[in-house]
């Protein structure tokens, strides 16, 4: 099957998909070079500038350049036109890097016009791959021909796929599934991406599947284009039958060797399932593991999205949890995910007023107690975890602290400051009493955890110790912003896209937004931007009612409630974000994902929107509409100044602000309160990633596949 005396293949290969991407190159290149591999690099032409001398260094180091579509948008294997007004500037930039393989952005691929490209070989078709945006496969784990193009499969699962979408934490499948590979003389092809090589995990898993086979003298470690020249010469080959025996006539003459094998069972190998993993072995651990019960009220776990990041982390970190929620189909997703208990009680009805809140917070207050005694009842916990506002929950943390759990209160808002935002005139005994909940609640936490120095400084003014209050930001995981790929097609008819993205609660206000693109519209006559409001809440009908009352609805469209995965799709196709929120106290959630996306954006100047976003977006005074409507027709008129905000938004959130940096934060709290230390091999930051089984399907023998 494989030249000489080598009965496997195992071929490195690498797409770089963004500029992140080029710059991380060393990340993964570093531990091959130590490890004494070569491996192929695949660039994307025009959708960043590539640096020759990367290509050059990388020529010298015995590696290989290959071509990655052309401007990794979704459309190089789209409309046949497009494909075709493409296809001279890739070919070009194949004779200029001197390649002769392609991969196709997103593994896009279209049978028949993959040999037209006019390479080598292709790399475009996974064995199988139910997680791509084009999901399938070969099912082969050989090389094959289409047409006169030799056909390299992906026969390892994708980085992205593991780490970010299976939210892995080590590198067992793909060893287990290359040792699959190995054992019925497959081709073991791996693809991976220095876009997401600042993931710990990836790295060490990386490193794994390097030093398993370096030493391994029954593997080719060759690179594609040798693969397919090989395939050629095989292909071209034949065996025949002398008095001497079988011999090997043709161009493979000198290399080939004959072998007979028995075929293996026939049976199909599941890499992940229980037993094959050292993760699927752990799980016989889990019920001594450590429990944490989170308790959230205002939204419902599957729509929390800071919830759903320390849910993942923590389980990762072979944590049990339980959370307290209401009601919500969005939960349904987390029913069966291991080591975690949903225990919901039935949504109470949107509040209208005051009495309405203080009905909904005693019937969450009481059902809260029911359901963390039940837990208590049934399984020990070691950590409660406050998800607040409201900060009605201390009296359950005075009793669980009895029975032997520390108290962590997670502050995303400040109770007085948030109803004096959503009542015209506050009443003074009712901020007193809110005060009063503030500092009843911080006696009686062990630790407090909040999202800016705002905060933190009002948590200790409640009560909290200096030392026990922890900054974890809210920012997105990085991994899913790096995983998205923009939609042109969500402009529509409009030559701009502004995004507004989060609950529509009464203190976001979403009428000041109406109001700005108002002015932007009819004051100042910007009828090529098209504006998507995406989210829920109590607000949502309010928001519709008013956009038709100003004349909007030819302009602005609402989406309602959409998986994280839509609103990131919006995100990278966007020109721009507004936020209009006057609440001084908080770091907008929206403003950190404009930034990761590199959407520049105008909010009003408030003091910690200010502090995260300085140089990502523009700021007008507080309620001036008209001058937050000018900032946005001064960035679409701006396309330099928009793309250079972007890109200092973008490199913040990378370098500080994206979960994966405040995820250690979190889980060193926790930690202490268990008294466990913490362990940096653990995976940290892929909350927010798709939460689906992890098994992935190897393929099935050889015979089967004949």
Same mark, same amino acid.
């Given at each position: 099957m494989w030249p000489g005396d080598r009965s496997w293949a195992l071929v490195l290969t690498h797409d770089v998909d963004t500029?992140?991407?080029?710059?991380?190159?060393?990340?993964?290149?570093?531990?091959?070079?130590?490890?004494?591999y070569r491996s192929s690099w695949n660039f994307v032409p025009e959708r960043y500038a590539v640096d020759p001398s990367v290509l050059r260094r990388l020529r010298e180091e015995g590696c290989e350049i290959g071509v990655h579509g052309l401007r990794h948008d979704g459309r190089d294997l789209g409309p046949r036109k497009i494909f075709e007004q493409r296809l001279p500037s890739i070919r070009a930039y194949a004779e200029q890097w001197g390649a002769v393989g392609f991969r196709s952005p997103a593994t896009h691929r279209v049978w028949e016009w993959m040999p037209e490209l006019g390479f080598d070989y292709d790399s475009s078709y996974p064995d199988t791959d139910p997680y791509e945006p084009q999901p399938g496969g070969c099912c082969s784990y050989l090389p094959f021909f289409n047409q006169e193009q030799v056909e390299l499969p992906i026969t390892l699962p994708q980085d992205h796929t593991l780490f970010a979408i299976l939210g892995q934490t080590d590198g067992d499948v793909w060893i287990d599934k290359a040792r699959h590979l190995r054992d019925r003389g497959g081709m073991a092809l791996v693809l991976t991406h220095p876009d997401y090589a600042m993931n710990p995990s990836l790295l060490g898993a990386w490193s794994r599947l390097l030093n398993e086979f370096r030493d391994d003298d029954t593997v080719w470690r060759?690179?594609?284009?040798?693969?397919a020249c090989w395939w050629r010469r095989r292909a071209a080959s034949v065996i025949r039958e002398t008095d001497n025996g079988w011999r090997v006539e043709g161009p493979a003459a000198g290399e080939a060797r004959i072998r007979t094998a028995?075929?293996?069972?026939?049976?199909?190998?599941?890499?992940?399932?229980?037993?094959?993993?050292?993760?699927?072995r752990s799980g016989s651990d889990r019920a001594t593991a450590p429990h944490v019960l989170i308790v959230v009220e205002n939204v419902a776990l599957g729509e929390d999205i800071r919830v759903r990041k320390q849910v993942q982390d923590l389980l990762t970190a072979g944590y049990r949890v339980s959370v307290v929620t209401k009601s919500d189909p969005a939960n349904e997703a987390y029913y069966e995910r291991p080591g975690l208990t949903v225990l919901e009680y039935p949504a109470p009805p949107e509040p209208e007023g005051l009495l309405g809140y203080v009905r909904e917070y005693a019937v969450s207050f009481a059902w809260a107690t029911l359901l963390s005694i039940k837990a208590r009842l049934g399984d020990r916990f070691d950590v409660l975890q406050l998800c607040q506002p409201p900060d009605i929950y201390f009296p359950i943390a005075r009793l669980h602290k009895l029975l032997g759990a520390a108290v962590l209160v997670d502050q995303r808002d400040l109770m007085p400051e948030l109803f004096a935002l959503r009542q015209e005139r506050p009443l003074p005994a009712v901020t007193s009493f809110l005060r009063w909940l503030e500092r009843r609640t911080q006696r009686a936490a062990d630790e407090a955890i909040c999202t800016n120095d705002y905060q933190k400084a009002?948590?200790?003014? *409640?009560?909290?110790?200096?030392?026990? #209050?922890?900054?974890?930001l809210n920012g997105p995981v990085h991994d899913r912003v790096l995983g998205t790929t923009p939609d042109a097609s969500l402009k529509g008819e409009f030559s701009f896209l502004c995004c507004w993205i989060g609950k529509m609660g009464r203190q976001d206000r979403v009428d000041? *937004?109406?109001?700005?693109?108002?002015? #932007?519209v009819h004051d100042l006559g910007r009828k090529d931007v098209g504006f998507v409001f995406?989210?829920?809440?109590?607000?949502?009908e309010e928001a519709q009612a008013l956009s038709t009352q100003l004349g909007l609805d030819p302009w602005v469209s609402f989406t309602g409630w959409v998986p994280e995965s839509t609103v990131f799709t919006y995100l990278a196709s966007a020109d721009l974000g507004i936020d209009a929120s006057l609440q001084g106290d908080v770091s907008p959630v929206k403003i950190f994902e404009y930034m990761a996306f590199g959407v520049a954006f105008v909010s009003f100047d408030l003091p910690e929107t200010r502090t995260i976003g300085t140089g990502a977006g523009l700021f007008a005074p507080s309620r001036d509409v008209p001058a937050l409507a000018r900032a946005l027709i001064a960035l679409l008129d701006d396309p330099d100044q928009r793309a250079e905000l972007g890109r200092a938004g973008r490199d913040r959130v990378r370098d500080q602000l994206a979960w994966e940096h405040q995820a250690t934060r979190y889980l060193t709290v926790v930690d202490r309160l268990v008294g466990r230390g913490r362990r940096p091999s653990r995976r940290l930051g892929t909350a927010a990633a798709r939460e689906l089984p992890p098994r992935i399907l190897a393929i099935e023998d050889a015979e089967a596949l004949s």
């Open positions: 500029e992140i991407g080029h710059r991380n190159v060393h990340l993964l290149r570093e531990p091959e070079r130590l490890a004494g060759a690179l594609p284009r040798e693969v028995t075929p293996p069972t026939r049976s199909a190998h599941v890499l992940g399932s229980p037993g094959t993993s050292e993760r699927s009002r948590l200790i003014a *409640a009560g909290a110790a200096p030392d026990r #209050a922890t900054l974890v000041l *937004a109406l109001r700005t693109v108002e002015h #932007a995406l989210g829920n809440g109590e607000c949502l």
